[in-house]
Nanobody, 117 residues
Framework: QVQLVESGGGLAQPGGSVRLSCAASGTISSVNVMGWYRQAAGKERELVARIGSSGATEYADSVKSRFTISRDNAKNTVSLVMNSLKPEDTAVYFC???????????WGQGIQVTVSS
């Protein structure tokens, strides 16, 4: 079983930056995808960015060139640096882990990011 613990987030001004981190613990496959999803009030959860254990990345069009996802396989952590934040980036951000051998998916508890002046 994999557990995810998120940190970071909080309040930022438009144009500002926030860093999110997620630490995975437990039985972790060497073949996995970790990523960040977000859910704004009244909207469905959507992919923000994800990164495979090989380093391949995928970003939502709305965050390309502004957000950067990275991971440390030795520490089983994934980070999301969010720059040039916009009010529409306000959401609860969820860390996600997918074991590509079993397709088992685990979610973090979610962390609030609010972009407001």
């Amino acid at each position: 079983q994999v557990q995810l613990v998120e940190s970071g987030g909080g309040l930022a001004q438009p144009g500002g930056s926030v860093r999110l981190s997620c630490a995975a613990s437990g039985t972790i496959s060497s073949v996995n995808v970790m990523g960040w999803y977000r859910q704004a009030a009244g909207k469905e959860r959507e992919l923000v960015a994800r990164i495979g254990s090989s380093g391949a990345t995928e970003y939502a069009d709305s965050v390309k060139s502004r957000f950067t996802i990275s991971r440390d396989n030795a520490k089983n952590t994934v980070s999301l640096v969010m720059n040039s934040l916009k009010p529409e980036d306000t959401a609860v951000y969820f860390c996600n882990h997918i074991n590509l051998l079993t397709m088992r998916t685990v979610w973090g508890q979610g962390i609030q990011v609010t972009v407001s002046s």
